[in-house]
């Protein structure tokens, strides 16, 4: 086996480069998209407030130096740009150095956004994007053979992620062990989808099943990535499957995407010749300063290797750690625990001068989150809403907990463009509502016979009030936004 550049993958970092663009270019079109109402200068939790606290050396950002809306926008469309050149193909057309290059920028960039972006940045698959796009920078362009070291380093974040998601199932909840997870799973995860509800109504042997196969994919075939072929390939293409089925029962964003991506260093140029009938042109040994560097990562990554290991094999094992702020070889994984009841909070507003029992209310709508009980749950994945995300954490804790939510609410009475673009629909087009109230339901799926009489896909008891009627005059509501700060800056402005 040659370390430094190997013919024999060259077809792997062809699909592979191409397959991270597109995840770095959906990643940049969400920032794009979202960036600016969630932590713009206007935003729930405004980026300028967070820089003056937090420095360079424990955030590092470009946003450090400048953050306003105006480079927010102009970084998310370069990343963008560079996206495209990696999809294309045009980044790696060249030479080494402009291919890591392009791939560099976009992991600075994006590194920017994930060290500002605060609670709403706080994803797993975050770091996992970041790490990769990483060791993308040193897989080289077209015209220079793979090297092996960084495929191999590749299968190690794989292994990272999928053995450390193994690893913190049958530690965490009972329901990975007596093999009932599943039960609750596909309803209470945080965005289901439109087969979400089919794959809740399937046969129960069917639930014990996967969760069985969940413990195979996650604990004994990590292992195999690091096997000779096609041993290591058979792992990689039951990864794929595998984390094919996750993403056809829900919306976890692009981790199961992203994970699949990470599967394509399992094969080589043999394996991915069926699927992709492409000649490799002949190329060069990588350059001396390349190898160089290729071995000098290896170097750093095995030496920020020893806490992840700990943590994975520790019983105290924590999911999703990151270790340097450059999310560089970190510990994964997802649902430890599983939520049983699913809770939903609905946000509702309303015009009139006094609150009554009578009072009308009107309810907003979110893009992806389940709301509207006729309403079929939408794909959303490999695309992130950050709010409906937020809006699932939120629902099983108090305000609180999320001081983000009451600048929600007071961009609502409000009626802040910017704020009511993130959601489906604003019941009040005119005008902003005078008051809003965030309510606490316990949403089930409808069961099959209910769904074949009501056309419903969920039904939902009330059972309690997360938040009361405010307005902007409400002087406790006033108070505890001032102790945030909030009504100081909005007077700046």
Known sequence: MTWIGSESYWLTRFAFQKAVGLVFLIAFLNALNQFKPLLGERGLLPVPLFVKEFPFRAAPSLFVFSPHDTTFTVAAWTGVLLSCLAVTGVADYYSTWFSMLVWGLMWALYLSFVNVGQTFYAFGWESILLETG??????????ASAPTIVIWLLRWLLFRVMFGAGLIKMRGDPCWRDLTCLNYYYETQ????PLSW???????????????????????????????????????????????MIFASGNLSWLNFLTMVL?????????????????????HPPAL??????????????????????NMFSRRQVMNTIYNRLHLVGTYGAFGAITRPRYELVVEGTDEAVVTPSTKWREYEFKGKPGDRGRMPPQVAPYHLRLDWLMWFAAMSSYERHPWFLHFLAKLLEGDRATLGLLRTNPFPNAPPRYVRALLYEYHFTSPQERAKTGQWWKRDRTGVYFPPVSLRSVEFRELLELQGWMEREHSR
């Open 263 to 283: 599967a394509i260093s399992t094969l080589d140029d043999r394996a991915l010749s069926i699927l992709l009938p492409i000649h490799a042109p002949e190329t």
């Open 289 to 310: 300063l390349h190898r160089i560097a290729a071995v000098g990562l290896a170097i750093v990554v095995a030496i920020l290797s020893v806490y992840p290991v700990r």
């Open 134 to 143: 990483f060791y993308a920078i040193f897989l080289g362009s077209r015209n």
């Open 198 to 244: 089919y794959f809740h109504w399937g046969p129960a042997w069917t639930h014990q099943a996967g969760v069985l196969v969940n413990h195979v994919a996650e604990l004994a075939i990590p292992f195999c990535y690091f096997m000779p072929q096609p041993v290591s390939a058979f792992a990689g293409v039951l990864t794929i499957l595998f984390q094919g």
């Open 190 to 193: 945080p965005m289901p989808n």
